[in-house]
């Protein structure tokens, strides 16, 4: 099976930073698409940030500007950097990996366990 460890949460105080860590265990790591979900009590599991084989990336709108995600693909790893964090930022931090078609769409998609990013003074 495909694992992925999400490593990285914790508390910090708003404004401050965090980095969030995610390694892969698959042989063609390169060619996945990557990206970072949350899910706060309360709401649905909404995506942060996503990352293309290609490195094209994405961000919800709330994140643009404050959040960076990255690929080292030498590591088999995705890194989410969140600067500015502010309390509504708080969650459990998932990290997907995404194996597409090659016409497109999703062939399989695997989960992390998740980690916890808290935002509070």
């Known amino acids: 099976q495909v694992q992925v460890v999400e490593s990285g949460g914790g508390l910090v105080q708003p404004g401050g930073s965090l980095r969030l860590s995610c390694v892969v265990s698959?042989?063609?790591?390169?060619?996945?698409?990557l990206g970072w979900h949350r899910q706060a009590p309360g709401k649905q599991r909404e995506l942060v940030a996503m990352?293309?084989?290609?490195?094209?990336?994405d961000y919800e709108d709330s994140v643009k500007g404050r959040f960076t995600i990255s690929r080292d693909n030498a590591k088999n790893t995705v890194y989410l950097q969140m600067d500015n964090l502010k309390r509504d930022d708080s969650a459990v931090y998932y990290c997907?990996?995404?194996?597409?078609?090659?016409?497109?769409?999703?062939?399989?998609?695997?989960w992390g366990q998740g980690t916890q990013v808290t935002v509070s003074s």
């Open positions: 997907n990996a995404d194996q597409l078609k090659p016409s497109g769409g999703i062939l399989f998609r695997s």
């Open positions: 990352i293309t084989s290609g490195g094209t990336t």
């Open positions: 698959r042989s063609n790591f390169n060619s996945l698409r």
